[in-house]
């Protein structure tokens, strides 16, 4: 049986169905609430659900588990409340991490290219105590991620007891079927196709930066099924442990984005850009591309969805369906 927290979440739930579809027993931890985040898990069979605060006694009497796939996290980027987001995101993975160490079972956990902040120091996935040392998060929730890899980096370091396997995933801009929950924190590509399906025009941030032009804030956006495919292959390969981008390794504009979202709704472009909300200032990444290297170092031989066959993919298989669910 594998532990996924967080398993009803965006990629927590995509990851769920990928191991059910192979056969695997499943246990979801979340918090469900009042809206429809039960969906993300209709189509799936799962073993056991288990509530946050219910997970140190399961964990107990639990049956050997092949892995714990801790997804859960206080993830927006515009979180205040930082005892809240300590406890969930630094001292429960902290639990998770002993546990795992203790039990003797493989650990992989989803950290965040939030941790880079505006990128001065670049996006190499270098985890060693001093380049982790130079980056500046610029948000709570990315300061949180950050936290917590270099204390799991200080801990190897150390000689401290550790998983048998272990990896964190700094995940870049990932987008697909499930984020439904999500409210502001959803991707741009399903508010874009929300946007053009109601008739408007599509709107992008303007750009406060003189040397960067309105629309060409860049990112690495990342198909979710191609984030799957890297834990399972993490999951198959025992001996790769570390801190790892996830990401295509290829930045590409807003404006890539939003032309790809009108193609695939077979729409004519129409592009209108506001200002940036005052909550954004400062908080706002306007370049991010993953370094791949060390992955690929790893072994790991799989190939990255473009954007534009990614995006094609989410609204004619999703979006643009009755049933939107993975």
């Known amino acids: 049986m594998h532990l996924v927290t967080g398993g009803a979440g965006f990629i927590g739930s995509n990851l769920v169905a990928a191991l059910a579809a192979r056969g695997e027993e499943v246990a979801v931890c979340d918090r469900f609430g009042s809206d429809d985040k039960w969906r993300n898990l209709a189509k799936h069979q799962v073993a056991s659900f288990i509530a946050p605060e219910q997970l140190p006694a399961w964990l107990e009497t639990a049956p050997k588990l092949k892995s714990v796939l801790h997804m859960g996290a206080i993830s927006s980027t515009t979180e205040r409340d930082a005892d809240l987001t300590i406890a969930t995101n630094i001292t429960l993975s902290l639990a998770l991490w002993s546990w795992c160490a203790k039990a003797g079972v493989p650990f992989i956990y989803a950290s965040s290219a939030a941790t880079y902040g505006a990128g001065d120091q670049g996006f190499e996935d270098d985890a060693a105590p001093e380049s982790l040392a130079k980056l500046r998060p610029l948000n709570l929730y990315g300061w949180s991620k950050h936290a917590f890899d270099r204390r799991v980096v200080d801990l190897v370091r150390r000689g401290r007891p550790r998983p048998p396997q272990w990896a964190g995933l700094k995940f870049f801009n990932v987008y697909g079927p499930n984020e439904y929950h999500k409210g502001h924190m959803i991707s741009v590509v399903k508010r874009k196709a929300e946007?053009?399906?109601?008739?408007?025009?599509?709107?992008?941030?303007?750009?406060?930066?003189?040397?960067?032009?309105?629309?060409?804030?860049?990112?690495?956006?990342?198909?979710?099924?191609?984030?799957?495919?890297?834990?399972?292959?993490?999951?198959?390969?025992p001996g790769v442990s570390g801190l790892f981008n996830l990401g295509t390794g290829k930045a590409r504009t807003y404006l890539d984005l939003a032309?790809?979202?009108?193609?695939?709704?077979?729409?004519?472009?129409?592009?209108?850009?506001?200002?940036?909300?005052?909550?954004?200032?400062?908080?706002?990444?306007?370049?991010?591309?993953?370094?791949?290297?060390?992955?690929?170092?790893?072994?790991?031989?799989?190939?990255?969805?473009?954007l534009?066959?990614?995006?094609?993919?989410?609204?004619?298989?999703?979006?643009?369906?009755?049933?939107?669910?993975?």
């Not at 908080?283 to 690929?296: G, S």
């Open 195 to 237: 946007e053009i399906a109601a008739g408007g025009p599509a709107t992008l941030f303007r750009s406060d930066r003189p040397d960067i032009a309105d629309g060409a804030q860049a990112r690495d956006f990342v198909w979710v099924g191609d984030c799957v495919s890297v834990m399972l292959w993490l999951l198959e390969t």
């Open 259 to 306: 032309h790809a979202v009108f193609a695939a709704m077979g729409r004519a472009p129409d592009i209108r850009f506001i200002d940036m909300p005052a909550s954004l200032k400062g908080q706002y990444q306007y370049f991010t591309e993953a370094r791949m290297d060390r992955l690929r170092a790893a072994g790991y031989p799989g190939q990255f969805t473009t």
């Open 308 to 326: 534009e066959q990614g995006v094609e993919a989410y609204v004619k298989r999703h979006l643009a369906s009755d049933d939107p669910y993975a």
